[in-house]
């Protein structure tokens, strides 16, 4: 069964930092992985996807890279801002009942202070 | 273009009442999940739509908890009777196809509280 574990649980970071979220799982046989952001009290929205053929994808501030055979991936934040606290989720896409199905970490919580 | 669409947005109830979430995906999603969110925690799927079959409940308390997709569209969750444990957020999503490249896009959920 699919694990996804990231880490850490919740950050705190002054505004303008750089800074990394990390996300593991435990069958490197996925299809994909994807970047979520949550607000409070809303759903979530979709911030990046890799295929598993790929090592990376860009969008803006974020970068996400994927190491499949480690069964790794980061979200890169540069220069973060207030308007970046939310949290985000990893979901990982694999085969099952049938179809392909995501697998999501608990997520990480992330503050930006101005 | 309409978002994935869910109501209501927030429930407060009893324990042994009776409750029902309403969403309507996406036009021209096929595929409809139901999730459920419990306080940090990811998602996880309850149900999963291919237009009028549910196709994997597996994860779904069929004791108490039911689904619907009536005409491929619209869906309804129901819990009877809610139990406290049942206080979660509960998320719809939708995607064109269950594919390896659709993407699922996510309702606001529906937040409940059983007291």
């Known amino acids: 069964k699919q694990e996804v574990t990231q880490i850490p649980a919740a950050l705190s970071v002054p505004e303008g930092e750089n800074l990394v979220l990390n996300c593991s799982f435990t069958?490197?046989?996925?299809?994909?992985l994807q970047w979520f952001r949550q607000d409070p009290g809303k759903g979530l929205t979709s911030l990046l996807l890799?295929?598993?053929?790929?090592r990376e994808q860009t969008s803006g501030r974020l970068n996400a890279s994927l190491d499949k055979s480690s069964g790794r991936s980061t979200l890169y934040i540069a220069a973060s801002q207030p308007g970046d606290s939310a949290t985000y989720l990893c979901?990982?896409?694999?085969?099952?009942?049938?179809?392909?199905?995501?697998?999501f970490g608990k997520g990480t919580k992330l503050s930006v202070i101005p | 273009e309409a978002g994935v669409v869910q109501s209501p947005r927030y429930k407060i109830i009893e324990k042994k009442q009776p409750v029902a979430f309403w969403c309507n995906p996406i036009?021209?999603?096929?595929?409809l999940y139901w999730y459920l969110q419990n306080l940090g925690q990811g998602p996880e799927l309850l149900i999963r739509?291919?237009?009028?079959?549910?196709?994997?409940d597996s994860q779904l308390p069929k004791d108490r908890f039911s689904a619907e997709r009536l005409k491929g569209v619209d869906s309804t969750l129901k819990i009877q009777p809610a139990e406290l444990g049942d206080s979660a957020v509960y998320l719809c999503?939708?995607?064109?196809?269950?594919?390896?490249?659709?993407?699922?896009?996510f309702g606001p959920g529906t937040r409940l509280t059983v007291l």
């Open positions: 069958d490197s046989a996925i299809y994909n």
């Open positions: 036009s021209g999603h096929n595929t």
């Open positions: 890799i295929q598993s053929s790929q």
């Open positions: 739509y291919e237009n009028e079959e549910a196709v994997d």
């Open positions: 979901a990982v896409k694999t085969s099952g009942a049938g179809s392909y199905q995501l697998t």
């Open positions: 999503a939708s995607s064109f196809r269950a594919g390896v490249k659709d993407t699922q896009y």
